[in-house]
């Protein structure tokens, strides 16, 4: 049986606490799940640090092996070692804010230029489309468009209630009037937990 506290007036406040079959829930501000860390505000902004560190540490190791590795070893690894962290869970924190991402995209950027022996300062985008890499942002734009398509064709109609469609709120034949609102999709990430998915890498 789940309670809450209230404060002496009666009133619930924003420190209330939770009992949960007789025993007090500890307030945390922040938490992992199924190894995504999730703090009390939803930022994910301790995950994308958690698995920043992980990641730049992974891209130190490419870096030593560049000298005795060829270029497509460095590619494997590089799939290895860094993409499983960044594909495995983008569909719930990779709508947070582009400021937090950057810090991804620019350890990608890092690594491509490891493997491909660049200067630190060279543009990374050329390099991504030869390795056939994606950066974090077309990550979570390729993620997100490959569920959406899923929810309409393919996963069961119960998804459908997820998302509004304009035709739901007017009568108008439009060519748009079976589009997605916007604010269904992001209602939806909040509590939908993606799976772990590797993304293809692409060799020369």
């Known amino acids: 049986m789940t309670s809450m506290e209230n404060s002496d007036d009666g009133t619930s406040h924003k420190n209330a606490d939770i009992i949960l079959d007789n025993v007090k829930l500890q307030r945390v501000t922040k938490t992992k799940f199924l190894g995504v860390i999730m703090d009390e505000n939803l930022t994910w902004k301790c995950h994308i640090d958690g698995i920043s560190k992980t990641i730049s540490r992974n891209i130190g190791i490419i870096n030593k092996l560049k000298f005795y590795m060829p270029e497509r070893v460095l590619q494997t ?5 860094v993409l499983p962290y ?3 869970g983008i569909l719930i924190w990779g709508n947070t804010c582009k400021t937090y991402l950057e810090k991804i995209h620019k350890l990608q950027k890092w690594a491509v230029r490891t493997i491909s022996n660049s200067h630190y300062r060279s543009h990374s985008g050329p390099l991504f489309h030869k ?3 994606l950066n974090v942002f077309d990550t979570y734009k390729l993620e997100l468009g490959v569920f959406m398509y899923n929810c309409l064709n393919q996963f069961p109609n119960s998804f459908n209630n997820f998302f509004t469609k304009r035709s739901h709120i007017h009568s108008y034949h439009t060519r748009n009037s079976n589009n997605i609102i916007k604010q269904g999709i992001k209602r939806f990430l909040l509590i939908k937990q993606s799976e772990p998915q590797a993304q293809s890498c692409g060799t020369p």
């Open 131 to 133: 390795y056939d890499f």
């Open 86 to 88: 960044i594909n495995y």
């Open 77 to 81: 690894l590089y799939c290895t070692l």
